[in-house]
């Protein structure tokens, strides 16, 4: 039975997350799910988003998967809590506990974040949502107790990366005017976690606003290094992932749309499946 490691996001942006996985574990099979139809996440009610991403965790679930990441901040950080606590001990019980497993994207973060500090002060560069959530803040205390987060919500940064204007004149306007914003809480921050998975496409206009002695942090290195250790750490969960080198492709929306702009994000051509939740 096929059972790949199932790669969850509202939309494209988990893509640059599964890049990541693939480079470092290339040989565990892959599926990616992108509920593009229901896209944006980060403007949804938690109970909004809790609910579209348990249905499309079952999916996964029903598809063999044995482990899902959740490659979405607003996911990881609204809804992955409940999942875990509440649903996985009915959807997948187990003598020693859940069968499957749900991980997020915000934890492996917050365990390294403080190392790339040397001021004690960094940014998070977040949807709304992700912000609103708090839960990076929660999280990073739990790690590293004295150091001071500053948040920065980016609205419009989404919806320039999904529109193709990333690298446009007309982002510049939104990328500085955010950075200046998040700079402006903290003159002192030196590490810039880029908390959305879409933000890496835009890494080349905030370098260019961000100081030049600033570190920027996106995610998918380092949830892939987690991932790894993780299954090192659990065999259970490891030797049931098979092992042929495939990646699949869902979208909840126009496969046409998504193989155009997953090539953006992914890297590389592929060709999706239509999915009706």
Same mark, same amino acid.
């Given at each position: 039975?096929?059972?790949p490691i199932g790669v969850f996001d509202?939309? /494209?942006?988990?893509?640059?997350?599964?890049?990541?996985?693939?480079?470092?574990l290339p040989q565990y099979d892959y599926v990616y799910l992108g509920d593009n139809a229901r896209t944006p996440y980060g403007t949804r009610s938690f109970e909004t988003v809790y609910l579209y991403t348990l249905e499309c965790v079952r999916h996964l679930?029903?598809?063999?998967?044995?482990l899902v990441v959740l490659a979405c901040n607003t996911a990881s950080a609204k809804a992955l809590r409940n999942i875990q606590q509440l649903d996985l001990p009915i959807l997948a019980p187990g003598l020693d506990g859940p069968n499957r497993r749900v991980l997020g994207v915000i934890r492996p973060t917050t365990e390294v974040i403080g190392n790339y500090s040397k001021?004690?002060?960094?940014?998070?560069? #977040?949807?709304?949502?992700?912000?609103?959530?708090?839960? /990076?803040?929660?999280?990073?205390?739990?790690?590293f107790p004295t150091l001071s987060v500053f948040q920065e919500a980016c609205p419009m940064w989404v919806p320039l990366?999904?529109?193709?204007?990333?690298?446009?004149?007309? #982002?510049? /306007?939104?990328?500085?005017?955010?950075?200046?914003?998040?700079m402006g809480k903290s003159p002192a921050i030196d590490t810039i976690l880029l908390a959305c998975t879409h933000y890496p496409l835009l890494l080349n206009k905030i370098r260019q606003y961000a100081p030049a002695n600033a570190t920027i942090l996106s995610q998918g290195g380092i949830v892939a290094a987690s991932l790894a250790d993780y299954l090192k750490r659990h065999p259970e969960i490891e030797t049931q992932c098979s092992k042929h080198g495939q990646r699949s492709f869902l979208t909840t929306d126009s496969t046409e749309d998504f193989d155009r702009q997953a090539t953006i994000f992914y890297g590389e051509a592929i060709r999706s499946e239509q999915l009706t939740l």
């Open positions: 039975m096929n059972q509202s939309g /494209y942006g988990g893509l640059t997350i599964l890049r990541e996985l693939v480079q470092t679930f029903d598809r063999g998967c044995r001021t004690g002060n960094v940014g998070i560069l #977040a949807t709304r949502g992700t912000v609103t959530s708090e839960s /990076y803040v929660v999280e990073i205390e739990k790690f990366v999904e529109n193709g204007e990333y690298d446009s004149p007309g #982002a510049d /306007y939104f990328v500085k005017q955010h950075i200046d914003r998040l």
